[in-house]
């Protein structure tokens, strides 16, 4: 009776372990919708219930560049920036901005502390100018361990060191890894053949954006800068023009404007948007966002595009 007992408890441990095992096995992650494929090994659940996932394969998929340092069990996660997709930190009297050139997160294998090391810049419109470097440290509720010859990490303080936050979909067992701020557009540009025309600018609603206000753009020929560079008029889109940009974007827009600018056709030019945004978890911020158009030359038809900036 005893071996019997002894046998049914070890029937029932196996049984839970497998269960354990498919649970974990069948954790999901996306970054902007898109699953992420594993090289190796597949995310699992520690003794803790924290989610660790494979730190190579889903940075990369985020955009990071990865770099393992053995000597010092060490991995090193990093991005750079351009005036047009950083944040800004100041603006100088002196009309320069002070932007982040790059963002690296260094973590340490058995350590839970990590380290932010940003390196800033300054940017006057036409020239950038390196500064100085600035340090910070974190802390993760799990500390990065090495697992079949692969670095498992908590993505949640690395994702969100870059910009994006990082939501749980209980029902699908999915890690959703989407952008931080409204950085998700859509636009669609017209041209007349004498050049002149308009330019239809709207925004998606990503999974943790509630609502969405577009409160400026700015326009900037980079073909042939000129006097009319910098904000401009805006106007609430027709519905005849709000129709036709929804089907570009394949999605309902939040909010959408037509710019007004002496566009030229063969022209190409960097737009900025700046708008008020809701995340899902009610904060407010202010957000901005560029891509570049390029208009088609004269006696071309007209046409459209999407973009996605982050």
Partial sequence: MRRLAAKLCLLLLSVALLAFSAAAASINVTVRGVPVVWSGAAPYVNAQNMTLTPVRDVAEAMG??????QNQQMVELSRTYTPDNS?????????????????????????????????????????????????????????????????????????????????????????????????????????TQDGSGGLLVGVHSPVNLLDATITGVTVKSTTAPGSSDGSRPIRPTTAQELAALQTTAGASLLDAV???????????YTITVSLQVTKSNGASSAASGSFQINLPAPGETAGSDAAEVF
Avoid: C, H, M
Wanted: net charge neutral.
């Fill in 258 to 268: 037509r710019v007004e600018y002496p566009f030229a056709a063969g022209e190409s």
């Fill in 87 to 191: 944040v800004y930190q100041a603006e100088l009297q002196s009309g320069q901005k002070e932007f982040i050139v790059s963002r690296t997160v260094s973590l340490w294998i058995g350590r839970t502390t990590y380290t932010v090391t940003n390196q800033y810049a300054l940017y006057d419109g036409r020239t950038i100018v390196n500064t100085r470097t600035g340090q910070t440290n974190g802390t993760s509720n799990a500390a990065p361990v090495v697992r079949d010859g692969q670095t498992f990490v908590a993505i949640r303080p690395v994702a969100e060191q870059f910009g994006f936050d990082v939501l749980w979909d209980q029902s699908s067992q999915t890690v959703r890894i989407v952008n931080g701020l409204a950085s998700d557009w859509s636009y669609a540009w017209t041209v």
């Fill in 64 to 69: 990071l560049t990865v770099r393992w340092i």
